[in-house]
């Protein structure tokens, strides 16, 4: 008898060599080669492996700068914090040394915060880069609130709703709101 799930996908770092950085108790913790590390204790190539990712993001480090964040400690910290926070099933550096930005943090600063979309990640589908509403809209999905109620919150017509249902459908390439559940589940938004 075989026990092993084949198909089971497990965090990047769990059991290979690839990074997952996460927040925990108010802490920048990183997941790789089968431990956990916290932000002082990170090896030093993942650190190296970020600051090469921040320089390929000139955003990303103008919205640090204009943040008034100039301690290269503290750039690396709010980076990873910003690109990285959540926990996922995506790695955050693959095994190969490959930064992936295709996560969603839900800082509790999204939509008042003045660097987002500069510093943050947007989500990128198949299709294309979910706004902001439509991040909105698909975490109301996730929940399972019902189209009149998700219109009522967000102060806008049926029509408007359906609108932008349809965007993220196209931009995901999946129909149907069952499946854009699905989807803001994936993506961490629930």
Request: charged share 25%.
């Amino acid at each position: 008898m075989n026990l092993i799930d084949q198909n089971q996908k497990l965090p990047a770092g769990l059991v290979d060599n690839g990074v997952e950085f996460f927040i925990y108790q108010n802490e920048i913790r990183c997941l790789h080669n089968g431990e956990t590390f916290t932000f002082d204790n990170i090896p030093n190539h993942i650190i190296k492996i970020i600051e090469g990712d921040m320089i390929k993001n000139p955003k990303a480090l103008k919205a640090l700068a204009d943040w008034d964040i100039t301690d290269p400690k503290s750039q690396i910290r709010q980076y990873i914090i910003c690109r990285f926070g959540g926990f996922d099933k995506n790695p955050d550096i693959t095994a190969d040394g490959l930064v992936l930005h295709s996560e969603y943090h839900d800082c509790g600063r999204r939509g008042k915060c003045p660097y987002e979309g500069k510093l943050c990640a947007s989500i990128q589908l198949t299709n294309g880069v979910l706004n902001k509403r439509e991040i909105e809209i698909l975490k109301r999905i996730g929940q399972g609130k019902l189209d009149k109620d998700i219109c009522a919150e967000m102060f806008m017509a049926k029509d408007t709703l359906r609108y932008h249902k349809d965007q993220i459908s196209e931009k995901a390439g999946t129909l149907g709101k069952i499946a854009l559940a699905v989807l803001a589940y994936q993506l961490n938004l629930v």
